[in-house]
């Protein structure tokens, strides 16, 4: 069972284990991009098929914000 806003298959329990492999920070879901986002690393990781993909060379790199 899918939580609202969240991709098929993803389980948003998930969230409240998993932590940056990098950082060791919380993680949010972002549900357009379907990616577990690192705000402390800037990074994203993928989610492929409901499974998060928690590799650093996996992930996107998120721009910068501007001042």
């Known amino acids: ?3 609202r806003g ?3 298959g993803f389980d948003q329990a998930l ?3 998993l932590v940056c492999p990098l950082t ?3 993680l949010r879901y972002d549900p357009a991009t379907r990616e577990l986002v690192s705000d402390a690393a800037g990074l994203a990781y ?4 409901g ?7 996996e992930a996107r ?6 001042d």
Not at 51 to 57: G, L
Request: aromatic fraction near 0%; charge should be negative; proline fraction near 10%.
């Open 15 to 17: 969230l409240e284990i």
């Open 6 to 8: 969240t991709e098929p």
């Open 46 to 49: 993928p989610v492929r098929g």
């Open 1 to 3: 069972m899918s939580e």
């Open 51 to 57: 499974v998060p993909v928690m590799i650093a060379e």
């Open 24 to 26: 060791r920070t919380r």
């Open 61 to 66: 790199q998120l721009a910068a914000a501007s």
